[in-house]
Nanobody, 116 residues
Framework: QVQLVESGGGLVQAGGSLRLSCAAS????????MGWYRQAPGKQRELVATITHTGSTNYADSVKGRCTISRDNAKNTVYLQMNSLKPEDTAVYYCALIHPYGPDYWGQGTQVTVSS
């Protein structure tokens, strides 16, 4: 069973930066794609960024140029560096293990709040 734990969220002013971390337990981290998703109150969960097991990345248009997803397989950790944060980025951010059929395991989430 895979367990994912997010950390690094908090309250920041618009224009600030945060680095989110997702630590994974289990023995399949290095062979799976990973992703970051976010969900604002009353909104659907949406994709933020993905990174394959080989390191290829993809980003939602809303964060492209402001966010960088990376992974350290030796530490079983995936990161999301977020810069130039906007109030619209306020949400609970989740990491997930992604299979070809879609996201599977989810973490509990970490809150990101961006003030004006």
């Amino acid at each position: 069973q895979v367990q994912l734990v997010e950390s690094g969220g908090g309250l920041v002013q618009a224009g600030g930066s945060l680095r989110l971390s997702c630590a994974a337990s289990g023995n399949i981290f290095s062979i799976n794609d990973m992703g970051w998703y976010r969900q604002a109150p009353g909104k659907q969960r949406e994709l933020v960024a993905t990174i394959t097991h080989t390191g290829s990345t993809n980003y939602a248009d809303s964060v492209k140029g402001r966010c960088t997803i990376s992974r350290d397989n030796a530490k079983n950790t995936v990161y999301l560096q977020m810069n130039s944060l906007k109030p619209e980025d306020t949400a609970v951010y989740y990491c997930a293990l992604i299979h070809p059929y879609g996201p599977d395991y989810w973490g509990q989430g970490t809150q990101v709040t961006v003030s004006s």
